[in-house]
């Protein structure tokens, strides 16, 4: 599937007040990395923090996870968050990537996220998953 198939129906599948805008992506065999807009309308923006709101860690997280789900087979059963990092607070209207990194053991699947904007790291963490295994396995 190319690249604009994909950015085409994260804007269809992700239409939602919860989601970032979702600017551009790039995909190789096992990475991810999307252009995200962070839009002041984003629900999980309400109330957290009423003076200068901000992503919540959960919201980041679950983003994350959710677009690992629908763009590589990791499976649904989540196990574990390891190496969890929050380096920046994210703000309304800012531009960033995330970088989505699969990655699988005989067990388990996993995705390492970042977000970033050229230098600066604003989170990173692996998300673990019981790994999909084929009819044939």
Aim: aromatic share 12%; charged share 15%.
């Amino acid at each position: 599937m190319s690249d604009t198939t994909i950015l085409t129906t994260l804007h269809t599948h992700f239409a939602t007040a919860e989601w970032p805008r979702f600017d551009g992506i790039t995909t190789q065999q096992h990475q991810c990395v999307l252009d995200l807009y962070i839009a002041p309308q984003i629900t999980w923006l309400t109330g957290h923090f009423p003076q200068q709101p901000v992503v919540a860690g959960v919201v980041q997280t679950h983003w994350a996870g959710e677009l690992a789900k629908f763009l590589f087979a990791v499976g649904d059963e989540f196990i574990r968050i390891d190496n969890l990092k929050f380096q920046q607070v994210i703000l309304p209207q800012q531009q960033l990537q995330l970088t989505l990194d699969y990655s699988e053991t005989d067990a388990h699947s996993a995705i390492k996220f970042r977000y970033s904007q050229g230098d600066i790291m604003y989170s990173e963490g692996k998300l673990i998953f019981h790994r999909l295994l084929t009819p044939a396995q």
